[in-house]
């Protein structure tokens, strides 16, 4: 299988398995399972694979160089990446005293100030090396800023940790505490002060012998030029 077939799909993959099984009609159990010849025939409808689509996901899932994927027992799961909650089954570990994780620039002084959070994942994903870490942000921007996770603290505050892959940790949200965001990383910019609302339009005044409320006693000029009083007249019953 040549590069171009096998990133397309192992992309198609990790959007069925991690992100829309429902929307392909696969059963994902709670363990993040669907049923490996349902997702056969997925493929071949989809048109990613043709012949001997069994062998080539086998292959790609055994000599992939980053392990995303598991077959087991007639069913084949993502290891991580997941957005909705599930359980993978994993048993709490012992990670490195530091774990890695590239974040955006934008991001930083947000995990400096808040912490880090799954950001629409069901685990705040971790690096093994700051390298692998820089890698993975690297996908999503230019000049990633690499955050490092003391574990040993985070551990301290009873936070869990999961080893999906060998490179790949999972864990729960983090806080700000545990997170060393380089020194150099954008600081967290204050929110622009909401824009003054522009004044009401001022109304036009009418002149002065344009107004006429109802029921006000007029004054006109009469022909020699003085003023004399009229009233309106009642209606007669």
């Not at 709490?92 to 530091?98: I, M, N, V, W």
């Not at 909401?194 to 029921?215: I, K, N």
């Amino acid at each position: 299988m040549d590069r171009r077939m096998a990133t397309r799909l192992s992309k198609f993959l990790s959007l069925v398995l991690r992100h829309r099984p429902d929307e392909y009609r696969l059963a994902m159990d709670p363990l993040g399972f669907v049923d490996f010849d349902s997702l056969i025939d997925v493929l071949a409808a989809e048109d990613i694979v043709g012949e001997n689509a069994e062998e080539i996901v086998e292959n790609l899932v055994r000599d992939s160089d980053r392990p995303r994927f598991e077959i087991r027992d007639g069913r084949i799961r993502a290891l991580y990446g997941h957005s909705s909650r599930i359980s993978l089954d994993l048993p709490p570990a012992s990670p490195p005293a530091t774990l890695f994780h590239g974040a955006l620039p934008e991001d930083a002084a947000r995990v400096r100030a808040e912490g880090l959070q799954p950001a629409g994942r069901a685990y705040v994903h971790l690096s093994g090396t700051a390298d692998e870490a820089r890698e993975i942000g690297n996908r999503h921007c230019d000049d990633p800023v690499v955050i490092e996770i003391d574990t040993k603290v985070a551990q301290a505050r009873r936070i869990p940790f999961h080893q999906a892959t060998e490179l790949i940790w999972l864990c729960g949200p983090l806080p700000a505490e545990v997170c060393r965001v380089p020194e150099g990383a954008p600081e967290a910019r204050p929110a622009p002060a909401p824009a003054p609302a522009p004044p009401p339009a001022a109304r036009p005044r009418p002149a002065a012998d344009t107004v006429r409320p109802t029921g006000a006693r007029v004054v006109e000029p009469d022909s020699s030029g003085e003023f004399k009083r009229r009233t309106r007249k009642k209606n007669r019953r």
